[in-house]
Structure formats: C-alpha cells, structure tokens
C-alpha cells in the first residue's frame, strides 16, 4: 500500500515526532511505500512557547520525509492533499486541535479519493480550551476512522463522530537506546521527575507528597516548564525542600536521558489524567522501576507490587503512601529486580494491522 502520514518529524522534538517517524519505519518494513508529510513550520510561537525543533536528530530519521507544511500557507495544506489522492491511506496524526484547520484543508485537496485516518494522541486536550471540541468533530466527522491508544479515549471521540473508532495500544517509539550498564545495586535515594513539565501532570502533588514522605530522599525534575518555573520554585520554598530538589528546566537532549535514569531509584509520573504515555516503558529500558498514578494506561504498563507501585491520582496522601511504601527496607532494590524491557516487536505488528485495515473499512 501508498501510506503517507502528515505529522511532525525531525527537527521537531518529541514523543509526536518520535511516534510518526518510528511508525513510518514500521510500514517500511512491513513492506508498505511510506512517507511523512511534516512541516516547516508546524506552530506559531504564542501557541507553543517552548523549543520546537532540535539541531540533531535522536533516533533514525525516516528518509522519505517531505516538510512542507506551513502554518502561514493555507494554500500548501490544499497541494498537500491534492498531491497524495494515489494514496492508499492517509493517517493524519493528531497531537493538538490547533492542527485541525491544517488537517481541514489536506481533506479539501484529497476530494475524499483516498482512505483518511485520524490518529489521536489526544482525543481532546488535558487542558481545554472552548474551541477544542468544535474543532475535533468537525475534523472527525470528515475521516474515514479514528484511531485512538486507550478505551477512554475511544469514549471520547464516539462522542464526537460516528466513524469507526479502533483501538491500539501504543508501543515503544524511544528516542534513544539505553545505557550499556544501567546499574542494578544499591539505592540512590533520588526520584527522577522527567518530560515537559504542565498542570496536569501533577508535579505539585508529587512535591507536597515528597515533603510528607521518607526523610533523605531528593528529587530530580528534569524537562520544559509549559508556564515557566517560578510558580514550582515558590512551593520548593513553601515546602522546605530546597536542598532536596534539583530542578533542571529546558529540554532534555537523548544524550542526557542516560545519566539522568541511572541515577534515580524510581521515575514518578504523578498525572491527574493520562493516556497513553512513552515513559513507563523508557524506565523499564533502564532497568528503573515506576510509581504512577492509576490513569491512562499506567495500570496496565506497571505491575504493582513488581515493577513499581500504582496509587490514586490527585491525591497527596496516596502519593506520600506509595513513597513510603517504596522507600521501605530492601523494596528498591527488590522493585528494581523486577523490572524487564518489554518486547514491542509484537505490539507494533498489531498497531500496524490495526491501522492498515482501515483502508478497507466501508
């Protein structure tokens, strides 16, 4: 099959970039004709106000990469689509609602010739906004299905279209290989905090819990402030923590991810919501176990209990439990033991399956 994904690649940084130019690679080998539609210009600052784009590629870039997409270029959307109507399928990779005027004029050049899918990171932002769901239905009433990486978020979008909505868990697309030595003895006394840094993803409860929990342990809190920094240095004061916490904002190059697991006991993702997350399985490619809140796919990721710890999500108690509980005489290192990388060699033969099949859908 002819499969074009529109969607950002290299230089754009992130799990979105990761994801289309790892899934391109997948087609690949699987035996497909595939390119990526990308940008030049994908945001206008004032809509994404951190680091865009980096000077060096992590992982493989896909060489049948095309950039261009223009947020300034209405008109560049409508070639974009004219020009892909031999396709087989095209898979529109959704990350944000501000894509769906783009997204809008790609399918007013396609003229409906070919099959669209519309892969959702997110159904719906975590932090909306009053046109996000006028945006997303009317771009999901246009597709042909919607391809979602968890069940409430395949309830999200059946409540925005009635086109075929498919699930797939979202495997592995890790920018980076792990360290030859990861280490296995011993405990850090150290909780690594890691990925862009917004409301939703809970860091404050985690700093309320880290003041309530074990003595001695610090936390490291690596990655893009969305609204700057000064709001969590002011609660780092309030709570006494400033000799605990070592903040390190701005965006985290591949090259640093390495030093930064190998020296934490456990990476602490304390979201209020979710859905579907790379860092639970990138931990577990360092040999790191995870305690996680019970939203999205965390659940399903982590063995509670055997590669780290699951606790209830928004709650500062439940948080300073599962740190005590995970600081408890010889759980790090037993925890830790238990941790295995997981094969996603599978996970992307049926992601792959999933996504192919709705070139035949009706």
């Known amino acids: 099959m002819k499969i074009a994904i529109v969607g950002p690649a290299f230089p754009y940084k992130g799990g979105g970039a990761h994801h289309t130019t790892e899934l391109a690679h997948r087609l690949a080998a699987a035996g497909h004709a595939a390119v990526i539609e990308s940008w030049r210009a994908q945001y206008p600052s004032f809509l994404y106000p951190g680091q865009q784009t980096i000077s060096e590629p992590e992982g493989e ?47 007013a050049g396609l003229r409906r010739r070919t099959k669209v899918v519309a892969l959702c990171h997110n159904v719906l932002p975590h932090e909306r906004k009053p046109y996000d ?16 990486h968890s069940g409430q978020q395949a309830g999200l979008a059946r409540g925005l279209t009635s086109r075929p909505v498919s699930v797939a868990e979202m495997p592995a697309h890790l920018p980076t290989a792990p360290a030859a030595d990861t280490g296995t003895a011993g405990r850090r006394d150290r909780l690594l905090f890691f990925g862009m840094i917004r409301p939703y993803k809970g860091l404050d409860v985690l700093l309320r819990a880290l003041a309530a929990g074990p003595d001695g342990v610090a936390l490291t809190v690596a990655g893009e402030f969305w609204g700057g920094v000064d709001g969590t240095r002011a609660l780092i004061g309030e709570l006494g923590l400033g000799d ?90 037993r925890l830790r033991a238990g941790v295995r990388p997981v094969d996603h060699a599978p996970l992307w033969d049926a992601y792959v399956e999933v996504l192919v099949n709705f070139s035949g859908s009706s």
């Not at 261009?68 to 990350?95: E, N, Q």
């Not at 945006?135 to 999901?140: D, F, T």
């Not at 640093?256 to 209020?272: H, K, M, N, S, T």
């Not at 780290?308 to 300073?320: A, F, K, M, Q």
């Open 133 to 148: 769901v006028p945006l997303m239905k009317r771009l999901l009433r246009k597709v042909d299905g919607v391809l979602v």
């Open 244 to 333: 605990r916490v070592d903040l390190r904002p701005g965006y985290v190059p591949a090259a640093d991810v390495p030093e930064l697991f190998g020296a934490a006991d456990a990476l602490v993702l304390p979201y209020r919501t979710a859905t579907a997350s790379q860092n639970v399985w990138m931990a577990y490619e360092y040999g790191v176990p995870v305690i996680a809140t019970r939203v999205g796919g965390f659940a399903d990721q982590i063995r509670d209990g055997v590669d780290g710890i699951v606790c209830e999500p928004d709650d500062v108690g439940s948080l300073t439990d599962a740190l005590k509980r995970f600081y408890a005489e010889g759980e790090p290192e």
């Open 61 to 107: 870039p896909f060489p049948g990469t095309r950039r261009r997409l223009d947020w300034r270029r209405p008109d560049g959307w409508w070639r974009t689509g004219r020009d892909l109507r031999s396709y087989d399928l095209v898979v529109l990779a959704v990350l944000s609602p501000v894509q769906v005027p783009a997204y809008l004029g790609i399918l």
